[in-house]
């Protein structure tokens, strides 16, 4: 990946390199999406207010129609930057932003449900009662 990145690798290696972090950016995304619809009923919450107004409204499909609008709005900005060999590459380096980005996302959302499900296992503590 880092010779597609540095240019050294023909433009058909850099097409198929693209592709692949499309693809991985694709994947994150909807790993993203689902590990916050598994969070949010356990007690998380969404930290885009768009996308936490769009749950509550909607649920998780209204959540999983906005995070596909994003992402196809992303990947076709992507797409369509000129297609020169050094535009590609720039186009490579952006998508593995992304990635990078979003995976750190789904990093941190399996994070925060490990939390929450720890969390929902500790024994309740009760009020002393007192009897007279």
Do not use: C
């Amino acid at each position: 990946m880092l010779r597609v990145l540095r240019s050294e690798v023909s433009l058909r290696g850099r097409n198929v390199a693209f592709g692949l972090v499309l693809s991985a950016y694709t994947l994150f995304s909807l790993l993203d999406w689902l590990t916050t619809t598994t969070a949010l009923p356990a007690g998380g919450r969404e930290g885009n207010p768009i996308a936490a107004s769009l749950y509550t409204e909607y649920g998780p499909t209204g959540l999983l129609v906005f995070k596909t609008l994003v992402v196809a709005v992303i990947i076709g900005v992507l797409i369509f930057i000129p297609r020169r060999v050094m535009s590609q590459r720039v186009a490579v380096w952006v998508a593995t932003a992304f990635v990078i980005v979003t995976a750190a996302a789904v990093v941190g959302n399996v994070h925060a449900l490990a939390s929450l499900q720890h969390a929902n296992l500790q024994p309740k503590s009760f009020p002393e009662t007192h009897l007279i």
